[in-house]
């Protein structure tokens, strides 16, 4: 049985109409880290365009229990990310002004850190986690998880036991959903009348605006804007309340969704966030410009690395983005290892390349003449952490190619 397929319909509206916008190179599984070299298979990964609604989404869906039965990445193991969620917690009781004792349910819960915000301000809460081992590892931590994947029948067994949420945070999950009516159709039945459903996710415009082209790998399948958004979420009687940008994942947006017939008002954000999508005109000519812009900073980091080629270079970030740089770019064939500041990754090898992944130490037990901050949206940290005694050339790809 083959372990992915091809979408030819449009995720949100059904439409056949899709374009190729934005054609990549195949990929291994972004986050996909071995413990021992073995055999792992690529896939393409392209972004379409649908002409009918205007959603854009990659056509390669794979089987999700390969992705994520045997998740390793956790919440903790991303920089800064702790108090990104500590504040989010805070901004929501604020927003919704939440009183004690209310229930949240986050769906994608990971490691727990959102819900354990969450408890420490009196609220009750539910996990829902498809990774078994780091589910029951946040339940043992306090933060009760459901080891499974959300669906329907799912939320059906939560009403029955738990209640109706009033509040569902759905966090850097949504654009990892195939079915998107299935899994919005478990939300409508498990959110309170009066709840609250808070998607927060990367946005499209921010992902082209600020380059961060890395971010496209096959756990995402959707790339989200408002507007097609907007008409999706109509289907299932619920309407955009609030929104907001957050800086994570190089620009993303927080959406704040209810039902119709609720007590919530519609903040000025929506409009005045809708109308700037509306005047940017998503359409084919930002793609071209997208891929140009992506060509010419691989023209300059090829360019280099061919110079140098007979010299150490190493890759700083052994993330889910930099198997997209890695793969799309060709800079396996450059690489001698990469550096991870997460232990969870030394030790292993890179996606479908097998790169080996060391701790920040080999930096200066094997010394590199060039090193690539693959993690660039982390380049001020990273060069922090640096040893001071190195004269490695330092290379940052993105948002434009720099020497350092």
């Not at 900073?297 to 150490?312: F, T």
Request: proline content about 4%; overall charge negative; aromatic content about 10%.
């Amino acid at each position: 049985m083959p372990d992915f397929y091809l979408r030819d319909t449009c995720r949100l509206c059904g439409s056949h109409d899709l374009q190729l916008v934005l054609p990549l190179r195949d990929s291994p599984l972004c986050d996909a880290y071995v413990k021992e070299q073995k055999t792992q298979s690529f896939y393409p990964l392209n972004l379409h365009h649908c002409k009918n609604c205007g959603f854009v989404q990659i056509d390669t869906v794979v089987d999700p229990e390969i992705i994520y039965r045997d998740y390793i990445y956790v919440t903790t193991s991303s920089s800064g990310l702790n108090k990104h969620f500590d504040q989010y917690a805070k901004d929501v009781c604020q927003q919704l002004k939440l009183e004690p004792s209310k229930l949240v349910i986050d769906i994608g819960s990971n490691d727990g850190t959102l819900l354990r915000s969450f408890k420490a301000k009196g609220h009750k809460v539910l996990g829902v986690e498809p990774s078994v081992n780091t589910a029951h590892e946040a339940t043992a931590s306090g933060i009760e998880t459901l080891p499974n994947f959300f669906s329907p029948e799912l939320a059906a067994k939560i009403v029955d036991q738990y209640g109706f949420a009033d509040v569902v945070t759905v966090n850097n999950l949504f654009a990892n959903i195939d079915d998107l009516s299935e899994f919005t159709s478990g939300i409508e039945h498990v959110l309170g009348d009066g709840g609250v459903l808070i998607v927060e996710s990367s946005y499209l415009l921010d992902m082209i605006n600020n380059m961060v082209f890395d971010f496209i790998y096959h756990e995402h399948l959707s790339y989200f804007s408002i507007l097609p958004l907007s008409k999706f979420f109509k289907k299932f009687g619920m309407h955009l309340i609030h929104l907001e940008e957050v800086p994570t994942k190089g620009g993303s947006l927080r959406y704040f969704w209810a039902k119709e017939n609720s007590k919530w008002s519609v903040t000025s954000n929506v409009k005045v966030l809708t109308e700037r999508e509306q005047a940017a005109d998503i359409n084919l000519k930002i793609f071209r410009d997208f891929q140009s812009r992506i060509d010419v900073v691989q023209e300059q980091l090829i360019g280099y690395l061919d110079a140098y080629s007979s010299h150490l270079i190493v890759g700083y970030g052994a993330s889910a983005t930099s198997t997209t740089l890695i793969s799309h770019f060709q800079l396996n064939k450059y690489l001698t290892y990469l550096v991870d500041d997460n232990p969870g990754k030394v030790g292993t090898y890179s996606p479908g390349f097998h790169i080996p992944v060391c701790n920040s130490a080999e930096l200066q037990r094997n010394t590199p003449d060039t090193i690539i901050i693959l993690a660039w949206r982390y380049k001020d940290q990273i060069l922090k952490r640096l040893p001071r005694s190195l004269s490695s050339a330092i290379l940052v790809p993105l948002p434009n190619f720099e020497i350092l």
